[in-house]
T-cell receptor, first 115, second 118 residues
Framework: AQSVTQLGSHVSVSEGALVLLRCNYSSSVPPYLFWYVQYPNQGLQLLLKYTTGATLVKGINGFEAEFNKSQTSFHLRKPSVHISDTAEYFCAVSEVTSGTYKYIFGTGTRLKVLA | DVKVTQSSRYLVKRTGEKVFLECVQDMDHENMFWYRQDPGLGLRLIYFSYDVKMKEKGDIPEGYSVSREKKERFSLILESASTNQTSMYLC?????????????????FGSGTRLTVV
């Protein structure tokens, strides 16, 4: 079964700084990979996804992530964060069960952007 | 705008009550899912369904059941609510990859139902 590891449950950075949120998955077979963001008291919103093709993926709100097959990683970064990026971020990887694609989530990284 | 709608944002129920959480999607997705979210544990899959009247257990099905009588609706049932079922419940729906544009891969989530069992 797939597993997803997000290093760092809490990350604090200053506004304008670069942020890197780490995600590693277990499968040797290239899966579909996702990053979701959750703002307080809301559901999860898709930030970006890797399905095929170019390994650098750009998403909404200036976020990007790079799929690295050899390191089984899909780290998320943003060159200059804003206070409004304060939220919880979840990495997810696909897994097939009974012919159905479902997604396995990491335990999340809570990002706090300081003024 | 495509949507997954959960019927309640907040619920308070008593121990032992039977609780129904409803989820409706308007995207004609085959797959629907129920997760619970708890601090430090991320999202854990309770049940999913890949077709009408079909269901599969996820990682933590104990104490829950589901119903999918129509393609657009997936209900989560707590047969006898207990305090350890106090949580945020998230519904999601999706296509299977290979069925259309990769831009549509992945889940669409509802806004969540925060259930408190007292």
């Amino acid at each position: 079964a797939q597993s997803v590891t997000q290093l760092g449950s809490h990350v604090s950075v200053s506004e304008g700084a670069l942020v890197l949120l780490r995600c590693n998955y277990s499968s040797s077979v290239p899966p579909y990979l996702f990053w979701y963001v959750q703002y307080p008291n809301q559901g999860l919103q898709l930030l970006l996804k890797y399905t095929t093709g170019a390994t650098l993926v750009k998403g909404i709100n200036g976020f990007e992530a790079e799929f690295n097959k050899s390191q089984t990683s899909f780290h998320l970064r943003k060159p200059s964060v804003h206070i409004s990026d304060t939220a919880e971020y979840f990495c997810a990887v696909s897994e097939v069960t009974s012919g159905t694609y479902k997604y396995i989530f990491g335990t999340g990284t809570r990002l706090k952007v300081l003024a | 705008d495509v949507k997954v709608t959960q019927s309640s944002r907040y619920l308070v129920k008593r121990t032992g009550e039977k609780v129904f959480l409803e989820c409706v999607q308007d995207m004609d997705h085959e797959n629907m899912f129920w997760y619970r979210q708890d601090p430090g544990l991320g999202l854990r899959l309770i049940y999913f369904s890949y077709d009408v009247k079909m269901k599969e257990k996820g990682d933590i099905p104990e104490g829950y059941s589901v119903s999918r009588e129509k393609k657009e609706r997936f209900s989560l049932i707590l047969e006898s609510a207990s305090t350890n079922q106090t949580s945020m419940y998230l519904c999601a729906s999706s296509f299977n990859p290979g069925q259309g544009d990769p831009a549509n891969y992945g889940y669409t989530f509802g806004s969540g139902t925060r259930l408190t069992v007292v």
